[in-house]
């Protein structure tokens, strides 16, 4: 590794993450594309950068999963933040982010043992009940995902995507060559700003799961419309996974 050039590049990310991180963060929060994100930013940082720390973001906040959703990916975490007054006295301090992201704190543990989180970590399991979506039993497909999500929350909704990944670099992150599973033919369907928020994830897996929010739910409805989209429901409150066969339109 050439240090210099590694000191540099980590010096230009904290530069750019102190800089506009925040803004990149809340205009995430607020569903604007990475094309969106970039013109509004008043710091100059490269589009590469942004689309990297947009999907830190989207991952962290559990917008996608690379994983298939289950009880232990939403299991509460907690770590300890050593904390030191004005007197340099030294106290540990426990935060728990739970899964919508939230954080509460704690007075001082005893962080030798290990919390019932790790411990019940590996025990929870999701027993799915799996179905076949049949639009003469189910009715519309959007109407029912809208109904499962809002008996489950968004949070806890998902579905897979499969728009194609890209060839990753050693940071897992790439910034030239992209290559998409779904034609572009197959996303004429969807308005511009849709075909911008497809475009401007990095796809680092065949399959993702995206988090089934309200434009997810558009796009789904407008593939599966077009015929063109094929994949899996996950709601985990009530343990259903759907299954969404393509169909093709005459």
């Not at 990944?165 to 940071?171: L, Q």
């Amino acid at each position: 590794m050439d240090r210099p050039n590694y000191f540099q590049t980590a010096l230009s990310n904290f530069a750019t993450d102190a800089a506009c991180g925040g803004s990149i963060r809340h205009l995430t929060d607020l569903g604007y594309t990475l094309d969106q994100i970039v013109e509004r930013l008043s710091y100059p940082a490269p589009r590469t950068k942004v689309q990297q720390m947009m999907m830190e973001y989207l991952y962290e906040s559990r917008v996608l999963l690379r994983e298939e959703p289950s009880a232990a990916l939403f299991d509460k975490k907690e770590e300890f933040v050593q904390e030191q007054d004005a007197y340099g006295r030294r106290t540990l301090r426990r935060i728990v982010s739970d899964c919508n992201g939230q954080f509460e704190t704690t007075s001082m543990p005893d962080s030798t043992k290990m919390s019932q989180n790790e411990k019940g970590l590996n025990k929870r399991e999701i027993f799915w009940r799996e179905s076949v979506y049949d639009d003469r039993r189910d009715g519309k497909l959007t109407e029912l995902l809208y109904r499962k999500c809002r008996q489950n929350g968004e949070t806890f909704s998902y579905i897979s995507c499969t728009f194609g990944f890209s060839k990753i670099d050693r940071n897992g992150f790439s910034a030239s060559e992209e290559r998409d599973v779904v034609k572009e033919t197959d996303l004429s369907s969807l308005n511009n700003r849709q075909r911008e928020y497809i475009h401007g994830i990095i796809w680092e897996k065949p399959v993702v799961y995206h988090r089934l929010n309200q434009r997810m739910l558009e796009i789904v409805g407008k593939l599966y419309e077009a015929g063109v989209y094929g994949g899996t429901c996950f709601f985990m409150k009530s343990g259903e996974k759907i299954k969404i066969t393509a169909c093709k339109r005459g």
